[in-house]
C-alpha cells in the first residue's frame, strides 16, 4: 500500500517539482499552499508524513507543526520542514516543537528524498516495537508513545520521547551524541550536537524533580549522555 505525504507549501514551483517526484517514487501526494488547509488536509487524510514549509501566507509553520503534534491522533505523523532560513534558532525551534528533520532551500531532491525514507522508516520501527519500559518513577509505553511521572502523564515532544525511550533502552550505557543523532533523528546529523543538549535539557526538566541536580540523565563531559536506573547523585 502506498505512503501519503502531504506537502504543505506556497511556492507552485516547489509544489510542482515535489509532487512529480515524489509520485515517481511512488506516493499518494497531497498538496496545499497555505497552512489552515494543510491542517484541515492533515485530519482528513492522516498521511504517513508531512512536508512542511516554515513561511506560509497565513499561518506560520512552527504553529502548524504546534497545531499537529497537540492533536492525539495526529501527533506521531512525522514532519519535515522546508525552510528558507539557515538560521540555528530557526532548527532548533523547529525540532523542539516536533518536527523530525528540516531541510534548507534551495534542497538537492535526492537528498530530500533519501531523508524522507529515513524518517518513514524510524517512523515505522517506532510502530513496529511495542513494550512497557520502567526505571524509578518513570514509565514509558511505547505503544500509545506515552510518559508517566508517579502515575502522572508528562507532556513530551516525539524528539523528547525517542531520546527518553532510546536511553531508556540503553540504562547505564554512554550514549555518545553523535549516535543519539543518527538514532533519534535518523541519520548523520553532522555539526548539530548542541541539538541533542537542547532537548536533553528541555527532557530533565520533565523527568527530573530538580533538573539542576538530575538523578536520571547523567552528562558525560566530552562523551554524550547516559541514564541511571537509581536514584544516585551525580559526581
Keep these: 500500500m502506498s505512503q501519503t505525504i502531504l506537502v504543505i507549501e506556497d511556492e507552485a514551483h516547489i509544489l510542482e517539482l515535489l509532487r512529480y517526484n515524489l509520485e515517481a517514487q511512488g506516493y499518494n501526494v497531497i498538496l496545499t499552499d497555505n497552512g489552515k488547509d494543510g491542517i484541515e488536509k492533515c485530519v482528513e487524510n492522516t498521511p504517513d508524513l508531512v512536508l512542511l514549509d516554515l513561511m506560509l ?10 497545531n499537529i503534534k497537540r ?3 495526529l501527533k506521531n505523523i512525522p514532519i519535515i520542514m522546508l525552510t528558507a532560513k ?3 534558532f530557526d532548527k532548533v ?6 518536527a523530525d528533520d528540516y531541510i534548507t532551500k534551495p534542497f538537492s531532491i535526492r537528498e530530500l528524498l533519501a531523508r524522507i525514507k529515513v524518517v518513514l522508516r524510524r517512523s515505522k520501527n517506532d510502530k513496529d516495537v511495542d513494550e512497557i519500559i520502567k526505571f524509578g518513577d518513570i514509565l514509558i509505553d511505547t505503544e500509545k508513545h506515552i510518559v508517566y511521572k ?3 502523564i508528562l507532556d513530551l515532544t516525539l524528539k523528547e520521547f525517542e531520546l527518553l525511550k532510546l536511553l531508556s533502552q540503553n540504562i547505564g ?21 548542541r541539538t541533542v543538549d537542547v532537548h536533553i535539557r528541555h527532557l530533565r526538566k520533565k523527568i527530573e524533580d530538580d533538573d539542576k541536580s538530575p538523578i536520571y540523565i547523567e552528562t558525560v563531559r566530552g562523551i554524550g549522555y547516559k541514564l541511571r536506573d537509581k536514584g544516585e547523585s551525580n559526581a
Design 71 to 73: 492533536n492525539e491522533q
Design 57 to 66: 501566507p497565513d499561518i506560520d509553520g512552527l504553529d502548524v507543526c504546534k
Design 86 to 88: 539557515s538560521e540555528e
Design 173 to 193: 550505557k554512554v550514549l555518545t551524541r553523535d549516535y543519539l543523532l543518527d538514532k533519534v533523528w535518523g541519520y548523520e546529523y553532522a555539526g548539530e550536537t
Design 150 to 152: 508517579s502515575g502522572e
Design 93 to 98: 525551534l523547529g525540532l523542539e516543537l516536533g
